[in-house]
């Protein structure tokens, strides 16, 4: 198995502009969760998915981050409009639903918003 | 809301030496305590403790779940280069919409020098 797959690895772009994070998770897995990855705050969930559907969106930061799960194999994080407090490392994580806790990282977004 | 607080925040040793990481919780409905490793990029699974399993061992690695203090500690005998990450301690929450959230701590930096 690939494992999860995350794309672009590295974003860079300017204030104001619309980014758009991809996921594909791990063939069969039921969950699929967003994290931000910063120094001062660490790791924080963003939103999970169980089977597509969100379940708990309450870490997403404010009206600017959006989520969707439009299949069982595909995810996007939207920021829009970006702003510099944006720029972290955007992990998607997917886990089977009977071990729902030994999620299994993608590689990562860098995003830098100048 | 949930919350992981780790100690130390940073340490440095020398290989062959034997390091104690500490992690304290509270959360609404204990669910299960886990341990990540993150060397470059994504985090990876190392264990995971619940009421039913609190001690486990993985080669050079263990961990113990205290539920009475509320607490965990990850062993590392013999230390060696590569074990050189941020190891990251995470609760996981066993109510209603919570299900499946972690809440992650800030993280150990461990570097092991030669």
């Known amino acids: 198995d690939a494992g999860v797959i995350q794309s672009p690895r590295h974003e860079v772009t300017e204030m104001g502009q619309e980014v758009t994070l991809r996921c594909k998770p791990i063939s069969g897995h039921d969950y699929l969760f967003w994290y931000r990855q910063t120094m001062m705050r660490g790791l924080e969930l963003l939103i999970y998915?169980?089977?597509?559907?969100?379940?708990?969106d309450s870490g997403m930061p404010e009206d600017r981050f959006s989520a969707k799960m439009p299949n069982a194999s595909f995810s996007t994080l939207k920021i829009q409009p970006s702003e510099p407090r944006d720029s972290a490392v955007y992990f998607c994580a997917s886990s089977f639903w009977e071990t729902i806790n030994e999620q299994f990282f993608g590689p990562g977004t860098r995003l830098t918003v100048l | 809301e949930d919350k992981v607080v780790q100690s130390p925040l940073s340490l440095v040793v020398h290989e062959g030496d034997t390091v104690t990481l500490n992690c304290s919780y509270e959360v609404t409905n204990f669910r299960s305590l886990l341990w990540y490793k993150q060397e470059k990029k994504a985090p990876t699974f190392l264990f995971m403790l619940?009421?039913?399993?609190i001690e486990k061992k993985s080669g050079r690695l263990s961990s113990i779940l205290d539920k009475k203090e509320l607490s965990s500690i990850l062993n590392i005998t013999a230390t060696q280069t590569g074990d050189s990450a941020i190891y990251l301690c995470a609760v996981a929450n066993a109510g209603g919409t919570s299900y499946g959230k972690l809440t992650f701590g800030q993280g150990t930096i461990l570097t092991v020098h030669p």
């Open positions: 619940t009421s039913s399993g």
């Open positions: 998915f169980n089977n597509n559907v969100p379940i708990d």
